[in-house]
């Protein structure tokens, strides 16, 4: 009865993770003469940070984006960043009634900024999984063989089929704002290098060196498109390690599957955002 108890609490977090993977403007400032708008997924809106400013994207109004603004003080600011948003929802309804990403921008936007690509390649789907696997298997790697079971890494091939989606929502992003200034914004760590904190956060040793180096292979995907149509990129999962899922509470900034800290499992809490903020500041100038 207890194992099974221990793999309903699991499943039920698992669960959640992955529905919060699968709108109105913020507030606007009036003190400087230029527009910033904010793009991106859950890793962008902050679900469960306080405050919660947008339902059902879970936004808060201590993202990143929101604390850039704060400091960057510009003429207006427009946060549309929504959980489970993937390239689709930039020019597509999201959930059937929240309004394209793309709205936001205008002619006279002067910096967008944008956190996309976790939903696109199914990060609430390989989370589901390698948690559930490594019930089964936990001192091994039953995730890594699953995905790359016949010999073919299958993460690897959704990488490359993201790439060229990423280039063109890039391009969209020129297209409607000819002379912002485009800043893709990567993810942090999540996982450390290896080892990892079974079964506190449900990966099994053997996967977690292996996930971590699928996340990075993202980040330089998206790193790589930024460079070769004319963005720019901010690596946030550099100075994000050693604060990954397994560390203690206030040293982490990326909660596991049951958050210690305001925040959704296995996403950024308010730590997170403030150093993903210093992040962007600092390659902003």
């Known amino acids: 009865m207890a194992s099974k108890r221990r793999r ?14 699968a709108a109105p ?14 793009l991106g997924d859950s890793f962008t809106s902050g679900p469960l940070i306080p405050n ?8 808060s109004d201590h993202n990143y984006p929101s604390l850039v603004a704060a400091e960057l003080d510009p003429a ?10 993937t390239t689709r929802d930039l020019t597509g309804r999201q959930f059937g009634f929240v309004p394209p990403q793309y709205d936001a921008l205008t002619e006279d936007t002067d910096l967008v900024t944008m956190g996309m690509g976790g939903n696109d390649v199914g990060f609430g789907e390989i989370v589901v999984t390698c948690s559930l696997l490594a019930v089964t298997d936990p001192h091994g790697a039953p995730c890594e063989k699953h995905y790359t079971a016949g010999g073919t890494d299958q993460l690897r091939e959704r990488f490359e089929e993201f790439a060229p989606k990423l280039g ?19 993810y942090p760590a999540i996982l450390p290098e290896s080892g990892g904190c079974f079964p506190i956060v449900p990966i099994a040793a053997g996967d977690v060196s292996y996930l971590d180096g699928v996340e990075q292979a993202l980040n330089e995907v ?24 397994c560390t203690p509470p206030g040293t ?13 499992p296995i996403h950024p809490n308010l730590l997170g955002m403030k150093d993903s903020a210093r992040a962007v500041l600092a390659h902003l100038g």
Request: with cysteine.
């Open 8 to 21: 309903f609490a699991l499943s039920a977090a698992v669960a959640v993770t992955a529905a919060l993977l």
């Open 25 to 38: 403007p913020a507030s606007a400032t009036e003190d400087a003469g230029d527009r910033y708008v904010a």
């Open 52 to 59: 919660q400013v947008s339902l059902p994207c879970l936004r």
């Open 76 to 85: 207006e600011f427009v946060d549309v960043s929504c959980g489970g948003a």
């Open 168 to 186: 063109d929502a890039i391009d969209g992003i020129r297209e409607r704002a000819p002379k912002a200034r485009i800043v893709l914004v990567g």
């Open 222 to 245: 998206v790193a790589d498109q930024a460079a070769s149509h004319g963005a720019e990129y901010v690596d946030t999962f550099t100075a994000s390690r050693g604060h990954d899922v």
């Open 252 to 264: 982490k900034w990326v909660e596991g599957l049951f958050p210690t800290a305001p925040a959704a």
